[in-house]
């Protein structure tokens, strides 16, 4: 096996690669200078050289705010980026991993979605990932459609690395308790992805940490772990106002992980445990380099 991993400076990229390396797989890792979505025949001669057998695609426009006035930006890569590299896979006989959003749904109600429920983005980003996975679907049958939401890892920013933040400068502080999700740690996706590119088992999946809650939950939680006297005041979404409207209901049902036979990824509370450890030893590493 020879796995392309697209943005391996995010999150999600990074971890991806290192999860590969260490299983021993071959893997290689290219950002959007390489690999830019926006330039088919750039992705065609990249590929024709490394020839991958399967394609992580985890690279995407995520300005969620932005891409309301950027809307031409936000469909190259998101749409039409993601067309052509399936169409690439297709060429080149690679399965396709297509990293998605739960920004696919409308976001209403109370309900976890199930993988086939109707969509409804409510957003230009959403439109974009849902044109994403319609193009992925319809050129390529040896794919796997995975869709995340809150994601959290060592390499970028995050709304964990910014609740701690401003937890050093801010005793009490106001965070949004009227929009439901699952958190999704990138170490715990990367493992997941790993073993699914291993079978032969496509289709639609949700990937995400177990059990649900609101951000104020989250801050609450982060603040606990990692010992910090800070309060968390909850409040509603109009508080907050921003460009793109945010889904109120994020909550995806595993049922397709379990029926396929997949590991569900560990609850979030855990996940956050454990990236406040990484994040402390990365500080550390930090320091004595410094040193």
């Known amino acids: 096996m020879r796995v392309l991993v697209t943005g391996v400076t995010g999150q999600l990229g990074h971890d991806c690669v290192l999860e590969l390396k260490d299983r021993g797989i071959e893997v290689q890792g290219v950002s959007s200078r390489e690999f830019p979505l926006t330039d088919a025949e750039a992705m065609r001669r990249y590929m024709a050289i490394y020839k991958p057998t399967c394609v992580i695609h985890c690279a995407a426009y995520t300005a969620v705010d932005r891409a309301e006035d950027d809307e031409a930006a936000c469909m190259a890569v998101n749409a039409a980026g993601t067309a052509n590299l399936a169409k690439l ?13 739960d920004y696919v749904f409308p976001g209403d109600g ?11 983005p409510t957003n230009v980003y959403g439109k974009s990932k849902l044109m994403g996975e319609e193009a992925v679907s319809s050129i390529l049958r040896r794919c796997f459609i995975v869709r995340i939401s809150w994601v959290f890892g060592i390499n970028g920013k995050n709304f964990i690395r910014t609740m701690l933040r401003l937890g050093q400068s801010h005793a009490k502080l106001t965070v949004v308790d009227d929009q439901v999700g699952s958190p999704t740690y990138t170490r715990d996706l990367s493992v997941l992805l790993a073993d699914m590119i291993q079978t032969e088992r496509y289709g639609v999946y949700h990937a995400t940490n177990e059990g649900f809650c609101s951000w104020a939950e989250l801050a609450a939680e982060v603040f606990r772990q990692a010992g910090m006297p800070v309060v968390v005041e909850p409040v509603p979404s109009a508080a907050y106002p921003t460009r793109a409207v945010r889904p109120h209901n994020s909550r995806m049902s595993k049922r397709s992980l379990t029926e396929a036979g997949f590991s569900l990824l560990p609850r979030w509370q855990d996940a956050v445990g454990r990236y406040l450890i990484e994040l402390e030893s990365l500080r550390e590493q930090q320091e004595d380099r410094a040193e």
């Open 110 to 120: 109370t309900e976890p979605y199930e993988t086939d429920a109707p969509k409804g």
């Open 89 to 101: 896979c297709r060429e080149f006989r690679a399965k396709m991993v297509y990293i998605s959003t």
